[in-house]
């Protein structure tokens, strides 16, 4: 497969794009060679600057549940922008979407329309000191936030990717307010409220975490951090900017029953375009300026392009049995190839809900990311490398986790599971 024109792309946006890229992870750091430049998407593929067709396991991060360049979505697009691109004031889209958004996730009683999922973060944390009136906050180790500074503490996605435990320009200061704590460990969380908590504002968490890897939550931690924020008036946000939408239709609140004080939305919410969301009780929402003394703003808040498109796509998820068939082709992709693992053993784990999965070269499903890490990261680059070359794009890192559409049907997906198999037997003896 050539790739020589996404090469000369990537070599001279690098003196134009910090890093030649605008966002770390593009940059193939953890995987090796040179990112691939694309031009084009339709259904479930992508089209590169040299002409190659590539079957898409990324689907842009989660947004493109129903596949890429959804007619629906297009249409909305095209239609809004024969009105106007930005008003930077009201307009009727924004109250469609956010009764649309509450419909799917009941938790969700208010919310605000911001510009990306690390505003959405941001302003979760704000909300719950300005609520509260207590400083710390708890995350949890490989929980990947977005780059606010309180937030940016052992995150998982592109600082593991490119080695970075922590980032320079973070005021220490502001680093001691943030508790790190082993994701999927209850006594971690006790022992933290036993000692600060009259001044923990609030726990943050990917409810189903996507940023180290596909990692399902304990149901009984998730039960504890629900309960012990309700019993020490701190507040739980639930980070589902990747999972909203994607892994149920009301994401893992629906899945688990478990409702948050708070949630952070993205991705799916803007149909592909920029848009993140929070939103949850009344009671804390109405702290929000200018309702209340939290201040937050954003002049493309709700954009009606954004908003349109999200509207769009959001619409055709009513149904659910969508979900049902998205996770029996994750699964059937991941069977697919563990049988053939088990067969030649080669450690080879994974997980799977909705159109969102995961696995791992490791003999046991990660709980959290010290058990990823343990995996094997240099087998994940090599397979990541022979699937490339044979036109299937998984996301350049051993931190993330895949994603499949509903233009994803069962041939597709068997044929892809067949090519994922030649490429371990070519590899297996490498490492």
């Keep these: 497969m050539k790739t020589k024109n996404s090469e000369q792309l990537f070599e001279k946006s690098k003196h134009h794009i910090a890093g030649g890229v605008n966002s770390p992870v593009r940059a193939f750091k953890s995987v090796g060679g040179s990112p691939i430049f694309f031009k084009k998407s339709r259904g479930c593929y992508l089209y590169d600057e040299d002409g190659n067709k590539y079957l898409d396991f990324v689907g842009s991060w989660g947004p493109m549940v129903l596949g890429h360049s959804n007619e629906k979505v297009i249409s909305a697009i095209r239609a809004q922008a024969g009105k106007g691109i930005s008003f930077g004031a009201p307009t009727k889209n924004e109250l469609e979407i956010a009764k649309l958004i509450k419909s799917y996730i009941p938790s969700i009683e208010k919310l605000r329309m911001v510009n990306s999922g690390t505003e959405a973060t941001m302003s979760c944390i704000r909300l719950a000191r300005g609520t509260t009136g207590k400083n710390k906050i708890i995350k949890f180790i490989g929980c990947y936030h977005g780059h606010v500074d309180s937030l940016l503490v052992k995150a998982g996605s592109g600082l593991a990717t490119l080695g970075v435990p922590d980032s320079p320009g973070i005021p220490e200061e502001l680093s001691k307010l943030t508790l790190t704590l082993p994701y999927n460990d209850i006594d971690s969380v006790k022992k933290a409220f036993e000692k600060y908590g009259d001044d923990i504002a609030a726990i943050i968490v990917e409810p189903i975490a996507g940023n180290m890897g596909f990692i399902e939550p304990d149901l009984e931690f998730l039960q504890y951090l629900r309960d012990v924020t309700s019993q020490n008036n701190s507040i739980l946000i639930f980070d589902e900017v990747m999972t909203g939408f994607r892994v149920a239709r009301g994401g893992v609140q629906e899945l688990t029953g478990i409702e948050a004080d708070l949630t952070a939305l993205g991705k799916i919410v803007g149909g592909g375009l920029p848009v993140g969301v ?8 109405n702290n929000i ?143």
């Design 289 to 431: 300026s200018p309702d209340g003394p939290v201040y937050q703003a954003g002049t493309l808040s709700g954009n009606p392009i954004a908003v349109s498109a999200g509207t769009a796509l959001l619409k055709q998820l009513k149904d659910k049995t969508l979900y049902e068939k998205l996770e029996a082709n994750a699964y059937l992709f991941l069977t697919m190839i563990g049988e053939y693992c088990k067969k030649e053993n080669i450690p080879f784990s994974y997980s799977a809900r909705g159109g969102m999965f995961g696995f791992f070269f490791s003999e046991t499903l990660p709980k959290n990311f010290d058990d990823v890490t343990n995996s094997n990261i240099e087998m994940f680059s090599l397979f990541f490398k022979g699937m490339l070359e044979r036109n299937i794009y998984l996301p350049p890192s051993a931190y993330e986790s895949c994603f499949i559409s509903s233009q994803h049907d069962e041939n597709k997906i068997r044929k892809a599971a067949k090519t994922a198999i030649e490429v371990l037997k070519d590899i297996k003896d490498e490492v």
């Design 278 to 285: 929070y939103g949850g009780k009344a009671s804390i929402m």
